[in-house]
């Protein structure tokens, strides 16, 4: 019988959370971000927006599709819309004290947007403070999901009157 071979003691262990990429190309691939069981930053593990909004410009990712799983290395640059399997953005410290505005998002390529985002901070916040806020990717929560949006691809965002 042949023997098994040790696994690396270098390997470290990822979870998985699906999540939908539409790419700057139009392209939509459905797969697996892989994740640190602890965040570098909070209690918890790591989330997908502590992912894009950090590292190398390069990241990996298991395309699911065509019966075949595969792991490419994607340029976080070309990534327009993530739209996550869970509602992380819940889980950002601050969540329930935030101010949310309905807002529609124009991008420069792709559909515009309509969803909920969240501005941290102070009392009297504004949309404009989170339009200046450091992190390339932006949770906006719709009625179906919560989506991580590339900033950069953003043209334009308007707040909607309730």
Same mark, same amino acid.
């Given at each position: 019988?042949?023997?098994? /071979?040790? *696994? ?7 979870? !998985? ?25 909070? /209690?918890? /593990? ?10 190398? !410009? ?11 799983? =595969?792991?490419?290395?994607? &340029? =976080? ?9 869970? &509602?992380? %953005?819940?889980? #950002?410290?601050?969540? @329930?004290?935030?101010? /949310? ?20 901070? =102070? ?10 806020? !450091?992190? !390339?990717?932006?949770?906006?929560? @719709? ?5 991580? #949006? &590339?900033? %950069?691809? #953003?043209? @334009?965002?308007?707040?909607? *009157?309730?």
């Amino acid at each position: 019988m042949a023997e098994m /071979p040790q *696994p690396s003691v270098f390997r470290v262990e990822k979870l !998985r959370s699906h999540a939908t990429l539409t790419l700057a190309t139009g392209e939509v691939v459905a797969g697996c971000f892989f994740l640190s069981p602890s965040s570098a930053h909070l /209690p918890g /593990p790591e989330r997908v927006g502590e992912l894009l909004n950090e590292g190398a !410009r390069f990241f990996p990712f298991e395309l699911h599709g065509d019966g075949a799983e =595969r792991t490419v290395m994607l &340029n =976080r640059a070309q990534v327009l819309i993530v739209t996550l399997a869970e &509602n992380e %953005a819940r889980q #950002v410290p601050g969540y @329930d004290l935030a101010v /949310p505005y309905l807002v529609s998002i124009g991008l420069a390529h792709g559909p515009r947007l309509m969803g909920t985002i969240r501005v941290y901070g =102070r009392e009297g916040s504004r949309l404009s403070d989170w339009t200046h806020e !450091r992190e !390339r990717f932006r949770y906006v929560e @719709d009625d179906r999901a919560t989506l991580l #949006v &590339n900033m %950069a691809h #953003v043209v @334009d965002v308007s707040e909607v *009157p309730r």
